[in-house]
Antibody
Framework: EVQLVESGGGLVKPGGSLRLSCAAS????????MNWVRQAPGKGLEWVSS????????YYADSVKGRFTISRDNAKNSLYLQMNSLRAEDTAVYYC????????????WGQGTLVTVSS | QSALTQPASVSGSPGQSITISCTGT?????????VSWYQQHPGKAPKLMIYDVSNRPSGVSNRFSGSKSGNTASLTISGLQAEDEADYYC????????????FGTGTKVTVL
């Protein structure tokens, strides 16, 4: 069974940093692209970042470019999101989502971890 | 990248059919057959319902169908059931700046 479990969320002050993790199981992690998608409270979904299976291709939404860094450790079946210079508008539930190679949709999602940026 | 436009809410009675629209541009919906739809119940993770405009993943009811015309994609739910009450989001691949994905504004489906 495919499982994606996010962790690392919490309350952080504006300008602070946080590192999210996503532990994957039930599939060959190193064969899939991975993504972070966020959802502000009561709002819609927003794609944040993607990383290819071997980390060769990395992309970010303009709203987080230069502040967030996506990475992965295939040996540990884990995905990460380092978030720096956090702003109030980064407050959201952050989901990790799996994408197969050469397809353009997210077939499995984690349950999400809440990040709250507030003083 | 602006969000794709969806109606805020759509409602229907059990057994009826409803359609949710998703309007984008030639850089996303109109430019690729890579539209997907996600269902999200309150407090839950999104679930893939349709991919590549009109394909259903294994396990998704055939009451759900998708289509596209020009810059507008649509999700139709036929034989509406109580458990279909949820938020629905469309998504499209876009290469307008860097390869990325854009989601719709979301539609709340209410079963009357």
């Amino acid at each position: 069974e495919v499982q994606l479990v996010e962790s690392g969320g919490g309350l952080v002050k504006p300008g602070g940093s946080l590192r999210l993790s996503c532990a994957a199981s039930g599939f060959t992690f190193s064969s899939y692209s991975m993504n972070w998608v966020r959802q502000a409270p009561g709002k819609g979904l927003e794609w944040v970042s993607s990383i290819s299976s071997s980390s060769s291709y990395i992309y970010y939404a303009d709203s987080v470019k230069g502040r967030f860094t996506i990475s992965r450790d295939n040996a540990k079946n884990s995905l990460y999101l380092q978030m720096n210079s956090l702003r109030a508008e980064d407050t959201a539930v952050y989901y990790c989502a799996r994408r197969q190679q050469l397809v353009y949709y997210f077939d499995y999602w984690g349950q999400g971890t809440l990040v709250t940026v507030s003083s | 990248q602006s969000a794709l436009t969806q109606p805020a809410s759509v409602s229907g009675s059990p057994g009826q059919s409803i359609t949710i629209s998703c309007t984008g541009t030639s850089s996303d919906v109109g430019g690729y057959n890579y539209v997907s739809w996600y269902q999200q119940h309150p407090g839950k993770a999104p679930k893939l319902m349709i991919y590549d405009v009109s394909n259903r993943p294994s396990g998704v009811s055939n009451r759900f169908s998708g289509s596209k015309s020009g810059n507008t994609a649509s999700l139709t739910i036929s034989g509406l059931q109580a458990e279909d009450e949820a938020d629905y989001y469309c998504s499209s691949y876009t290469s307008s700046s860097t390869p990325s994905y854009v989601f719709g504004t979301g539609t709340k489906v209410t079963v009357l």
